[in-house]
C-alpha cells in the first residue's frame, strides 16, 4: 500500500488542499508513494506565516554565532538520518545506490561550510573622508522560495537552504513533483536541529499552479531555481515583475575535449563517470565529446569496452552492484527515444554501443527492464564527416545517458566546437600539457571547466554558467551567501559638537561641504 506523505508547514506536517501527488518508482513504475501538494490557499498561509517569522526577528536577528551552532547541529542529525534518506532517494529517483551512498553523506559539508563562514565573515569599514565611520553589514532578503529538480533532489536542496538559512531568511521550498519525498524529511531534521518553527516550509506541487503561486507571491524577495532553460526563463519574468532577486541554474550542453597528449584511459574513465553518472540526468554532463583525430580511433574502442561494461552491470537501483539506473520518467524516457532515434534516422549518425530502450531481464539480478525506464549508456558519432553536428542531439539537452562523439585536428577546430553551443554551464578537458590546459580552459565558454577530471562539487567552489542559456547567478561559495542578503550601509559622525556646528550647518552661509 502506498504511503502518504504531508507537506512540511512552517515546523509541522500539514495536509495539503491541492491534489494528491502519485510519486511512482522509476524502476518499475509503480506508485509507492502519495503526496501532499499545496495550493494556491496554501502557499498564501505559508509565505504569510514565513513572512511573520521573519519580522519577529526569532532567527533573522539571531546571533550569527547561533546561527552557525544550528547549522552544525543541522549537518550532525542530517549524518545519523544517512540510511533512511538514501534508502527513499533511490527510490524516488532510480540513482544507483553506490552513487547515493557517496552523495548523500557529502551534503553535510554545506551546513558546515556556511556555519564556518557565519563565524570568520568579516564586515568592511570604508575609507569615507572626515570624521565618519562607514561600516557595513550583510542583512537577510526575507521571504526566499526555492524550486529543486528531480535529479539531484537533496544535493540540489541542501545547497540552497544552507546558505539562505546562515543569512537568516526564511525559505520554502518546492520541490519536484516527480522526487518531493527527501526533501519532506528535511523539516523535522531542521527543527530538532534548532530552526524555528516558521522559517523553514516544504511546499510539493506542479509548477503551473504551486510553484507559479510560490515565485509571483510579491512578498517573495527572491527566488532559486535549478530546472530547465524555457522553465527558467518563464520564472525569471514573473520574478523581474515583484523586483526580487533570482537566481537560476538551468540547461548544459557540456563539451569534453580530449588532446593527444592525455592519457587515453583516464580520459575514458573520465568520459563514463562525467556522461553516465545519474543515468546522465545532470545539468553539467559531459554530452558532446570531442576528440584529437590522432587519438579518436583508440579511445573509441576503449570508451565501447567501458561503456558496455556499465550496461552489462546494470540492474535494481537497490542492488550495490548496479552500475546505473533508469531515468526517471515515462516522459524523459520518451525524450531521450525521440532526439536519439531521429538522429538514427537521419542518416547523419550512427550508435556505437546502445541506442534504443532496454528491454529484457537484467543479467546482473534478474530486473525486469521493461517495467521501468531504462536506457543504455549510448555513443553515437557521425556517419559521414561531420553531419552529427547538424542534429538536433548535438545541440538540445538530452538528459539522458546519451554522448556524441566528434573528431578535430587543431586547438582552434577544438575550442570552436567546444563553444558551439547556447549553454555555458560546465566542460572538460583532458591533456597532460598545463600551457595547453590553460590556453584552452580560458577560451571555452563556461562557468566551471575541470582539468582531468570532471563534476567535482565543493560548498565553497561557485556553480553557474556563463551563459544565458545556462542560467543567472551562482550556487556555492561566498557569492551564494551574498545572493541571499542585501547589503547595509551605516555611517557614524564621530566629529565632536563643536567641529559639526561648524561644518556641517549646510544653510549658515559661505562655503559648504558635499559628501
Not at 552523495?103 to 569615507?128: D, G, H, I, N
Not at 597528449?261 to 580520459?267: H, P, R, S
Not at 560548498?459 to 551574498?482: C, F, H, L, R
Request: charge should be neutral.
Amino acid at each position: 500500500m502506498a504511503q502518504t506523505y504531508l507537506m512540511w508547514v512552517a515546523g509541522k506536517e500539514q495536509s495539503g488542499e491541492a491534489e494528491l501527488i502519485p510519486v511512482e518508482d522509476p524502476a518499475t513504475g509503480e506508485t509507492f508513494a502519495l503526496c501532499h501538494a499545496a495550493s494556491v490557499s496554501d502557499v498564501e498561509s505559508t509565505v504569510a506565516l514565513a513572512q511573520a517569522a521573519f519580522k519577529s526577528g526569532v532567527w533573522s536577528k539571531s546571533p550569527r554565532h547561533h546561527r552557525a551552532d544550528v547549522l552544525d547541529k543541522c549537518a550532525v542529525l542530517l549524518t545519523d538520518a544517512l540510511p533512511g534518506l538514501i534508502a527513499l532517494e533511490v527510490r524516488q529517483t532510480g540513482r544507483a545506490i553506490r552513487e547515493m551512498n557517496a552523495q548523500v553523506p557529502s551534503l553535510v559539508r554545506w551546513f558546515k561550510y556556511y556555519a564556518s563562514l557565519l563565524r570568520v565573515e568579516e564586515q568592511p569599514v570604508l575609507p569615507t573622508v572626515g570624521k565618519l565611520h562607514n561600516f557595513l553589514q550583510r542583512v537577510p532578503l526575507g521571504v526566499v522560495a526555492q524550486i529543486t529538480p528531480f535529479n539531484h533532489p537533496l544535493l540540489i536542496a541542501v545547497k540552497k537552504i544552507a546558505p539562505a538559512l546562515a543569512a537568516g531568511n526564511s525559505v520554502i521550498v518546492k520541490p519536484s513533483e516527480l522526487t518531493p519525498l527527501s526533501t519532506l524529511l528535511l523539516g523535522q531534521i531542521l527543527k530538532e536541529a534548532g530552526v524555528p518553527d516558521g522559517v523553514f516550509s516544504v511546499l510539493p506541487g506542479y509548477g503551473a499552479t504551486t510553484g507559479k503561486a510560490l515565485v509571483q507571491h510579491s512578498l517573495v524577495r527572491k527566488v532559486d531555481v535549478t530546472g530547465g532553460t524555457t522553465s527558467g526563463r518563464a520564472i525569471g519574468g514573473i520574478v523581474g515583475g515583484n523586483l526580487a532577486r533570482y537566481t537560476a541554474e538551468l540547461g548544459g550542453k557540456a563539451p569534453l575535449v580530449v588532446f593527444d597528449t592525455a592519457d587515453v584511459q583516464l580520459a575514458v574513465n573520465g568520459i563514463a563517470f562525467g556522461s553516465f553518472v545519474a543515468s546522465g540526468q545532470t545539468c553539467i554532463a559531459s554530452t558532446r565529446i570531442l576528440v584529437d583525430n590522432k587519438v579518436l580511433p583508440q579511445l573509441l574502442k576503449k570508451l565501447k569496452v567501458k561503456t558496455d561494461s556499465i550496461t552489462q552491470r546494470m540492474g535494481a537501483p537497490t542492488n550495490p552492484e548496479s552500475m546505473m539506473g533508469p531515468l526517471i520518467s515515462a516522459k524523459q524516457l520518451s525524450n531521450v527515444e525521440k532526439l536519439v532515434d531521429e538522429a538514427l534516422e537521419s542518416s547523419k549518425a550512427k550508435a556505437v554501443t546502445g541506442g534504443s530502450r532496454m528491454q529484457g531481464v537484467s543479467p546482473l539480478d534478474g530486473t525486469d527492464f521493461s517495467k521501468g525506464y531504462f536506457y543504455p549508456p549510448t555513443i553515437l558519432v557521425s556517419i559521414e564527416g561531420d553531419n552529427l553536428l547538424t542534429t538536433r542531439i548535438w545541440r538540445e539537452e538530452a538528459f539522458g545517458p546519451v554522448i556524441v562523439v566528434v573528431g578535430f585536428d587543431s586547438e582552434e577546430q577544438a575550442v570552436k566546437l567546444a563553444n558551439d553551443s547556447e549553454f555555458g554551464l560546465g566542460a572538460g578537458i583532458w591533456t597532460q600539457d598545463l600551457a595547453q590546459a590553460f590556453r584552452i580552459s580560458e577560451q571555452i565558454d563556461a562557468g566551471i571547466t575541470w582539468v582531468n577530471t570532471h563534476h567535482r562539487n565543493d560548498p565553497s567552489s561557485p556553480w553557474g554558467g556563463a551563459k544565458s542559456s545556462s542560467g543567472v547567478g551562482s550556487e556555492n561559495g561566498i557569492d551564494a551567501y551574498q545572493a541571499y542578503t542585501t547589503t547595509k550601509s551605516t555611517i557614524i559622525n564621530y566629529a565632536s559638537t563643536e567641529e559639526s556646528l561648524a561644518t556641517d550647518d549646510w544653510f549658515r552661509g559661505g562655503a559648504v561641504r558635499y559628501g
